[in-house]
């Protein structure tokens, strides 16, 4: 595929061994070079459709598998199925899979190649932009059991990341900004000066492709220093978790009508709120990054949604402890932290305050 030349490659550390990100302008022909008999592709059905004539040209003779990427192919129940054609495929432990395709074939594959035969090796091709900014490193596979999002999971990187680009071309606007949605985040995490800066370039993420490709760059080199840190996410990593909490919740609450990245971006806003509530941020500061925020999940503010589905997933997020909610809350002086929120009468009213102005404001 035609792609920007982006000649670089990151390493990141991890208890299974190291792995890097390859950025390059033609994924097709390095997933050529792997071994036809020993690896086992696992293809997000419209990437399929969109570039088959790549597909054709590349890799026609290696095994396929299809996955149609909706939240719901990512459900406990659905994980059989693929294990199953894996099987009928003749896939054996010392078989490579390959994902090609976003965080739902991502976070199938990668679980399916943690449990397969008590683990198997997997090399990813991230087709989405929350794929090759956020998702592509760190190591986690995460599975829905129902309505509960995400819980079910393993630490599993993968052996490489072969990073194109080009691929980007043809998403849909909701899946750019799905996309930059978690890129904000990573720049919140890093420091408020590198989101405000972020968030001035929001419009030009979105229409100056170089631009958007220093972002990709950019995010992943400070994710890299989180995931190094705590791979296990036992505590400095907790902070990745900003705008997830709320963001599940209204993934939930939505039944999945919002893009992950899109309801992260609503969970940040969410998140600052209760900052400001709590006066570790100004009015100021919420009203000035709130309009960036919104900009990127304006299409998605009116989906309805269901306030009773919303405070239970929230109860039930698997990083509360006792009976306290775990927010990652942003401080103007000072970094991000996790911050224990009773869901008192208090903090609904923020929530309810929240919802009630966020279509309007
Ligand atoms: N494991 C992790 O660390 C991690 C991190 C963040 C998010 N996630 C998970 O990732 C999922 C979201 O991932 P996503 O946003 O990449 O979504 P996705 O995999 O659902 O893809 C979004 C849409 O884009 C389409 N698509 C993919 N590549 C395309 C391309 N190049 N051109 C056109 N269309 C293309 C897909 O078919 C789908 O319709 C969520 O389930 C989320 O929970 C996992
Ligand atoms: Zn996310």
Known sequence: MVGLPVPDRLSIKSYKGDYSVEFTSDAFAAVQTLPVDKTQLIVDQKVFDLYRAHFEKYLADFKKVFINAEEAEKDIDQISKYVRVLSANGVKIDHTL????GGITQD?????????????????????????ADSCIGSKSSINVGSLKNLLGTFTPPRQIFLDVGFLRTLEAKDIASGTGEILKVHMIKGIEYFERAIVDLHAMKT????????????????????????????????MNY????GHAIESATSFGIPHGIAVTMGMDMANYQSMKMGRITEADFFKWHTALRENYRDFENVPLD???????????????????????????GPIEKIGVAPDAEFQKNCDEFFAGFKNR
């Open 307 to 333: 306030r009773g589905i919303f405070s239970s997933s929230l109860k039930k997020d698997k990083k509360n402890t006792g009976s306290l909610l775990s927010l990652i809350l942003v401080r103007r002086q």
């Open 108 to 132: 199938i594959t990668c679980f399916l190649a943690a449990t397969m035969f008590r683990g198997m090796s997997w090399i990813f091709v991230p087709t989405t932009l929350l794929a090759q």
């Open 243 to 246: 705008g997830h909490s709320f």
């Open 98 to 101: 390959v994902a090609v395709g």
């Open 208 to 239: 100056d492709f170089q631009v958007l490709q220093n972002y990709i760059a950019a995010s992943l080199r400070y994710k890299k220093e989180l995931i190094e840190l705590d791979e296990m996410d036992k505590g400095p990593r907790n902070v």
